[in-house]
């Protein structure tokens, strides 16, 4: 079946620009992840759905950045009043619950 | 809280075997994870490791010990290919909220592989 797929695949956006990222998690997957990675850099756990709990949303780095998920399905990320330090890789990840994660290609995102 | 520790980079020649470690301090350890990135790439899953010993897949061998929070990749007849980050990542509990084991990457080794 069809893996983890994210879009925008790349976004170019100005500072102080509101930015939204996609995440279609594998179909079944309860458990849905997001990931910031900067350049060079490992992967920054920023916030963990699981079926319809409340998120864990102990990762977010302030109050710019939030995430809604439906249900079982689509994940946004959003990014307000985008900042240059924003600049990374966004990667989304989905599971069977407490399973292997598998990864999505990623959202490029550049903020200028 | 959970902290992981494993080489930055690493170096080694094509047809070589080489090992890639991790050290990790976790509460309600839950699994140990290896994932292989390609630059630009998203990472992709290698293996799991929740009980000690060795575990083989192909080239591809992990080992674990749970009492020394110690893990390894290991990696035999290298390939250019393998040319690629290595992800150690651990699960654990984390009191967050209602609580909930999550995943907990390292930085990534490096791994470079020369003719």
């Known amino acids: ?112 | 809280g959970q902290n992981i520790d494993q080489p930055t980079e690493m170096t080694a020649t094509e047809g070589a075997i080489v090992q890639i470690n991790c050290t990790y301090q976790t509460s309600g350890f839950n699994g140990l994870f290896w994932y292989q990135q390609h630059a630009g790439e998203a990472p992709t899953f290698l293996s799991y490791n929740v009980l000690d010993g060795l575990e083989e897949k192909g080239r591809f061998s992990s080992f674990l010990s749970r009492s020394k929070g110690y893990s390894y990749l290991l990696l035999k007849e290298l390939q250019m290919k393998d040319s690629a980050s290595y992800l150690c990542a651990v699960r654990g509990w984390v009191n967050s909220g209602a609580g909930s084991y999550q995943l907990t990457f390292g930085k990534g080794t490096k791994l470079s592989v020369i003719p």
């Open chain 1, 1 to 112: 079946g069809a893996g983890v797929s994210q879009s925008p695949s790349n976004k170019v956006t100005e500072k102080g620009k509101d930015v939204e990222l996609r995440c279609d998690p594998i179909s079944g997957h309860t458990a849905l992840y997001w990931y910031r990675q900067r350049l060079g850099q490992g992967l920054e756990f920023l916030i963990y759905f699981q079926g319809n709990s409340a998120p864990d949303k102990s990762g977010l780095p302030s109050d710019r950045f939030s995430a809604e998920r439906t249900g079982e399905s689509v994940s946004t990320l959003t990014i307000q009043r985008t900042q240059q330090e924003d600049s990374a890789v966004y990667l989304c990840a989905s599971s069977f619950t407490g399973e292997t994660q598998y990864f999505g290609p990623g959202t490029r995102l550049l903020v200028l």
